[in-house]
Nanobody
């Protein structure tokens, strides 16, 4: 049974930090690219950060570059998102996503999401 379980969300003041974790099980984690998406109320889901299977490459949404860092520990089947200098506009539900393959051979999974609220 495939599971992606996010944790670490919560309420934080502007300028604060949070570290999200996503624990994976039920598939070969080290062969999947991992990503964090977010969705704010009334907005479409957007890609925040992504990391290749062996952590050789990362990419970020422009608005989070320099503030957020994605990392992974393949020994622990876990991906992280360190979020610093948080802003109210970072408020959203954050989702973990796993993906492998291309075209009709894509295999992907989603977590249930964790709420991040940035407010004073």
């Amino acid at each position: 049974q495939v599971q992606l379980v996010e944790s670490g969300g919560g309420l934080v003041q502007p300028g604060g930090s949070l570290r999200l974790s996503c624990a994976a099980s039920g598939f070969t984690f080290s062969t999947y690219a991992m990503s964090w998406y977010r969705q704010a109320p009334g907005k479409e889901r957007e890609l925040v950060a992504a990391i290749t299977p062996r952590a050789g490459s990362t990419n970020y949404l422009d608005s989070v570059k320099g503030r957020f860092t994605i990392s992974r520990d393949n020994a622990k089947n876990t991906v992280y998102l360190q979020m610093n200098s948080l802003k109210p506009e970072d408020t959203a539900v954050y989702y973990c996503h796993a993906k492998r393959g291309i075209g009709v051979h894509v295999s992907d999974y989603w977590g249930q999401g964790t709420q991040v609220t940035v407010s004073s």
